[in-house]
């Protein structure tokens, strides 16, 4: 099956091809509206069977450019958030999966495709579709990390809420997990396993090096061209730079 990935976090993309490799085949990846509306101009890039996609980009929602995209191309929504399901149907909608994106709802999403003829002669009504739609969001169980088990010494650890996670960042090859009272300790994951862990409307990749938590950001500042940067209360000099084209989403993630 030839997939297209809508999605502006480079480690959420890694992320789905990782799942998909293999079985499917990547026609690519748009980071963007404008990349997506770039993409379907050129008619060699029209031969594609699903589109996976998030809603939140940082030129806005996804909804934008997806209008025009041909209809007939089915789309599983792979997002952070809730609140757009019904908006998301109007556009042939296989389903709508919340992240962190689990592997085996993102196949049986995937397998929905091979029985849409069967799904055409009993097609539920658009009510009727929505509502199974809103049932299977509210029947996810989504439990995200609570806390992290930090080896102190030898024979110690430290316990860690993540309530008290100022920002989770990656320096010299090393994670390194920083706390509101200003401590750094060396965390055993990787980054994008963090990430997939932790509660997206609390905590936000908001670059390649850093995992913040929205409750640590102190203040937001303009930098030079178009970027911004985070400011967060514990460690005043480092430097969080978020790049132009997301912006935008941050300061929505901020702003809810």
């Given amino acids: ?90 556009f042939n909608s296989l389903d709508y999966l919340l992240k962190p994106i689990d592997s085996e709802e993102l196949q049986a999403a995937i397998g929905k495709l091979k029985n849409s003829k069967i799904k055409e002669l009993n097609s539920p009504s658009t009510t009727d579709a929505i509502a199974q739609i809103l049932a299977s969001m509210n029947s996810k169980t989504i439990r995200y990390r609570e806390r992290f088990l930090i080896p102190h010494r030898a024979d110690e650890y430290l316990i860690v809420p993540v309530s008290d996670v100022n920002h989770i960042t990656i320096r010299d090859g090393v994670v390194r997990l920083c706390t509101l009272d200003g401590k750094t300790h060396a965390l055993n994951m990787t980054l994008e396993e963090a990430e997939s862990q932790l509660d997206p409307q609390r905590f936000m990749r908001v670059n390649r090096q850093f995992i913040v938590s929205a409750a640590a950001v102190s203040k937001i500042s303009t930098y030079f061209l178009g970027k911004m940067r985070i400011h967060v209360a514990a460690f005043p000099d480092v430097e969080i730079i978020v790049s132009k084209d997301k912006v935008a989403t941050v300061k929505r993630w901020l702003d809810s």
């Fill in 1 to 90: 099956m030839r997939i297209l990935i809508i999605e502006d976090e480079q480690s959420s993309a890694d992320r789905l091809k990782r799942m998909l490799e293999g079985e499917h085949g990547i026609v690519g990846v748009c980071a963007s509206n404008a990349e997506v509306k770039d993409f379907f101009g050129d008619a060699s890039h029209a031969d594609v069977d699903l589109i996976l996609s998030d809603i939140q980009l940082g030129d806005g929602l996804s909804f934008e450019s997806l209008k025009t995209v041909p209809t007939a191309i089915p789309v599983i929504f792979t997002t952070a958030y809730d609140q757009y399901a019904v908006q998301a149907f109007q």
